[in-house]
């Protein structure tokens, strides 16, 4: 199985900052990556697809990138309502691997 | 709009049976391929299970392959998981998820709002 491994696990940030969470595949998934946003008692979120494609709806304050093994989810100016628990996943092998989870908390 | 609603879920005992249901809306359920994801208490997303949009294909992680069973009723827009000789660690909220596949890359466009299933004696 392809293990993802995100960083770091969790973050303390304030309203305004910028926010940068990191997941690497333990083998190169081209871009076959995706980042979902979980918030508690909710279902996950689609946020960002194919590493770098803002799903509808998602505020463009949202974006990611990279491919291969390393990619980044970036918050470019946190808001309240982002407060939240973020995962990656891969989709380039079956079973459909997820990251261990960043969670992002108010400074 | 895009639904997607599970039921089946609650208390059982260890070694027990339990049938999940995702009943979806909206969309035409045919056309999909849709998985089952499940999250232990306090932990992270594990992806369980996944069939094909006319049955026929399916796949199971490890930790429930020979235990769990997924089909499908388009006729009746629903996707069921059917979990047998449940264990503790088989307890979770369990998620069904809508597959969609854009140029090669897959994602969880929809997913239902969960549902959870306690193993515990």
């Known amino acids: 199985d392809i293990q993802m491994t995100q960083s770091p696990s969790s973050l303390c940030a304030s309203v305004g900052d910028r926010v940068t969470i990191t997941c690497r595949a333990s083998q190169s998934i081209s871009s076959y990556l995706n980042w979902y946003q979980q918030k508690p008692g909710k279902a996950p979120k689609l946020l960002i697809y194919?590493?770098?494609s803002l799903q509808s709806g998602v505020p463009s304050r949202f974006s990611g990138s990279g491919s291969g093994t390393d990619f980044t989810l970036t918050i470019s100016s946190l808001q309240p309502e982002d407060f939240a628990t973020y995962y990656c996943?891969?989709?380039?092998?079956?079973?459909?691997?997820f990251g261990q989870g960043t969670k992002v908390e108010i400074k | 709009e895009v639904q997607l609603v599970e039921s089946g879920g609650g208390l059982v005992q260890p070694g027990g049976s339990l049938r999940l249901s995702c009943a979806a809306s909206g969309f035409t359920f045919s056309s999909y391929w849709m998985h089952w994801v499940r999250q232990p208490p306090g932990k992270g997303l594990v992806w369980v299970s996944r069939?094909?949009?006319?049955?026929?294909?399916?796949g199971y992680a490890d930790s429930v392959k020979g235990r769990f069973t997924v089909s499908r009723d388009n006729a009746k827009n629903t996707l069921y998981l059917q979990m047998n000789s449940l264990r503790a660690e088989d307890t979770a909220v369990y998620y069904c998820a809508r597959d969609r596949c854009s140029g090669g890359s897959c994602y969880y466009e929809y997913w239902g709002q969960g549902i959870l299933v306690t193993v515990s004696s």
């Open positions: 069939m094909n949009s006319d049955g026929s294909t399916t």
């Open positions: 194919a590493a770098s």
């Open positions: 996943q891969q989709s380039f092998d079956t079973p459909r691997t």
